[in-house]
């Protein structure tokens, strides 16, 4: 892989050890141009990284007179898709196809699971990273002051349930903005 899974968000700031952990539990998928990955609403099983070509996130037009396909993002090397489902085993919130011909790295849930629970650096890793993203969003609403502030200096234990609760914003506030 030309970009390593050090640089990838989901995974930045992980142990070596961490990391070679993960990567033990991953396997890569090929897909041709067209192909579907998953659909929206489908069960999650996991977590992608582009390893070559584009592949297109996407939702599905609502009422009459909208467009078959709202295109939310174009992916390429290094970008990753998943990571939600792969902590809270909510449902498809998009779905993925392949764009242009390419490989994803595929982390399957359960192994995810069994990783964050025998690796305490994993999951601390994997909770600051959500952090940084919830404190990155436009528009992102919080329960109380003190929750944004911990939110944005990365204060937030990190368990599963505090993981499962910033995806949870996470797919508000990205449903709000893939809808609008």
């Known amino acids: 892989?030309?970009?390593?899974?050090?640089?990838?968000?989901?995974?930045?700031g992980m142990s070596g050890e961490?990391?070679?952990?993960?990567?033990?539990?991953?396997?890569?998928?090929?897909?041709?141009?067209?192909?579907q990955v998953f659909k929206e609403d489908d069960?999650?099983?996991?977590?992608?990284?582009?390893?070559?070509?584009?592949?297109?996130?996407?939702?599905?037009?609502?009422g009459s007179g909208a467009a078959p396909k709202k295109v939310l993002a174009s992916l390429k090397q290094g970008a990753h898709v998943g990571e939600f489902g792969l902590i809270d085993g909510q449902p498809r919130s998009a779905?993925?196809?392949?764009?242009?011909?390419?490989?994803?790295?595929?982390?399957?849930?359960?192994?995810?699971?069994?990783?964050?629970?025998?690796?305490?650096?994993?999951?601390?890793?994997?909770?600051e990273n959500l952090c940084r993203t919830v404190a990155n969003q436009k528009g992102m609403i919080y329960k109380t002051e003190e929750l944004k502030q911990r939110i944005r200096n990365a204060q937030i234990p990190p368990t599963f349930d505090n993981m499962k609760a910033m995806c949870k914003m996470l797919r508000v506030n990205n449903?709000?903005?893939?809808?609008?």
């Open 43 to 62: 069960e999650p099983d996991g977590m992608y990284v582009v390893l070559s070509g584009v592949f297109r996130v996407y939702v599905l037009g609502r």
């Open 95 to 127: 779905a993925l196809e392949c764009e242009a011909a390419g490989q994803l790295l595929f982390l399957p849930a359960p192994a995810f699971v069994k990783v964050v629970s025998a690796r305490p650096g994993v999951a601390k890793t994997v909770t």
């Open 18 to 35: 961490d990391l070679s952990e993960i990567m033990l539990v991953t396997r890569a998928l090929a897909f041709s141009a067209g192909q």
């Open 1 to 12: 892989m030309a970009v390593p899974i050090s640089e990838v968000p989901f995974f930045n």
């Open 175 to 180: 449903y709000t903005i893939a809808r609008s």
